[in-house]
């Protein structure tokens, strides 16, 4: 049976991207954009009230759950996700209404662009960064994020979102902090794995907040940490992953397809999937079976070297090549003299 765990290890730390507390350059990024988007509203009132329209930021994504990863070299994307909670109560501001007033303070600027997006607003740097300002009303601490596109008349309103509450879901991940560290390092395996073998067109990907959640439960429940084996526990998640498709009817095909649905553990209790296609579930779950089977072989081989080029497959050729014991243990041939 080989032995991975070094190799593990050495790949997360290549992957690995660091928080904003580690991160020099991402909190810099972050904090400009917010000190501006403050200065730009100074002045500014509530509508039909004296009341000034302040707001405090907070972090989240993947920063705040420290579970980056690096971006892929061709592709040179940094996302910064951030929260931005108005204090406000729903009905003093129109959703639409103040979502296009922090993107007109933040269009004016020339050296970078702006989009108006469903769940945020997002700024875009030529440096290969980009941050989401998620926009939200505190409501009197019962917060709900700005929803829908600028121009469209469907799903444009405030609908009740606890981003802080699940950050601090999969923070609470295990008490025990190595138990904590392999979650996290699994998590950017499968994030690595995604980026590799997903299209990154449409919604043809799981997202990564699914992976995470999926990840999360399989940790709590016990099952999942695996002392100083990060394969056994990442076979554990894929297999809790993989047993969570069913069985669905696609009329279109007149075939069973596979399907799966996982909620956010928080408000509002979405399918994480949302967005996939039952096609696109489909092809989730045959690239989970294929996952699963190359983690399995991999755990099998008893070449480490044999079971690293199976991994350079699943997460790509920055995956360490092992050296097998015996081939590291063999002496060095010693010439003498006479051979020269």
């Known amino acids: 049976m080989a032995n991975l765990q070094n190799g593990l290890r050495q ?8 928080a904003y507390e580690e991160n020099e350059s991402l909190r810099n990024k972050r904090d400009l954009l917010i000190n501006e988007l403050t ?10 009230t004296d009341k000034s329209l ?8 993947s920063y705040a759950m420290n579970t980056g990863i690096k ?16 204090d406000i109560k729903n009905d003093e501001y129109d959703s639409n209404k103040l979502k296009k007033l922090v993107f007109d303070k933040l269009d004016s600027q020339h050296n970078r662009t702006v989009e108006f997006n469903r769940p945020c607003i997002t700024v875009k740097y030529s440096d290969g960064y980009h941050v989401d300002l998620a926009i939200y009303a505190d409501n009197q601490s019962d917060i709900h994020i700005a929803w829908g596109k600028e121009h469209s008349q469907i799903n444009k309103c405030w609908y009740k979102s606890e981003p ?11 008490s025990i902090s190595e138990e904590s560290k392999q979650f996290r390092r699994c998590v950017r395996y499968l994030k690595i794995w995604k980026e590799k073998h997903f299209s990154s067109d449409g919604n043809n990907a799981p997202p990564f907040i699914g992976l995470t959640i999926q990840a999360r439960n399989v940790f709590y429940n016990t099952c999942g940490y695996c002392k100083d084996n990060d394969l056994e526990a990442l076979i554990n998640i894929v297999t809790e992953i993989k047993d969570k498709f069913i069985d669905k009817y696609d009329s279109d095909t007149s075939e069973f397809k596979k399907f799966i649905s996982v909620d956010l553990p928080v408000e509002p209790y979405k399918d994480v999937y949302y967005k996939m296609s039952l096609i696109q579930r489909d092809n989730f779950f045959q690239k989970t ?12 081989e008893q070449s480490d070297y044999q079971a690293s080029k199976v991994l350079r497959k699943v997460f790509g050729d920055k995956f360490p090549l092992a050296e097998d014991a015996k081939r590291s243990n063999k002496k060095p041939i010693i010439t003498t003299g006479h051979n020269a």
């Open 71 to 86: 971006p892929k070299e061709d592709d040179y994307d940094i996302d910064i996700d951030v929260g931005i909670i108005f």
């Open 39 to 48: 200065e730009a509203l100074k002045g500014e009132k509530v509508p039909e």
């Open 11 to 18: 790949f997360h730390n290549d992957i690995k991207l660091k």
């Open 54 to 61: 302040i707001f405090k930021k907070f972090d989240q994504g």
């Open 164 to 174: 802080k509450k699940l950050t601090q879901w999969v923070s609470d991940v295990s």
């Open 289 to 300: 079976d294929s996952l699963l089977e190359a983690l399995k072989a991999a755990k099998d």
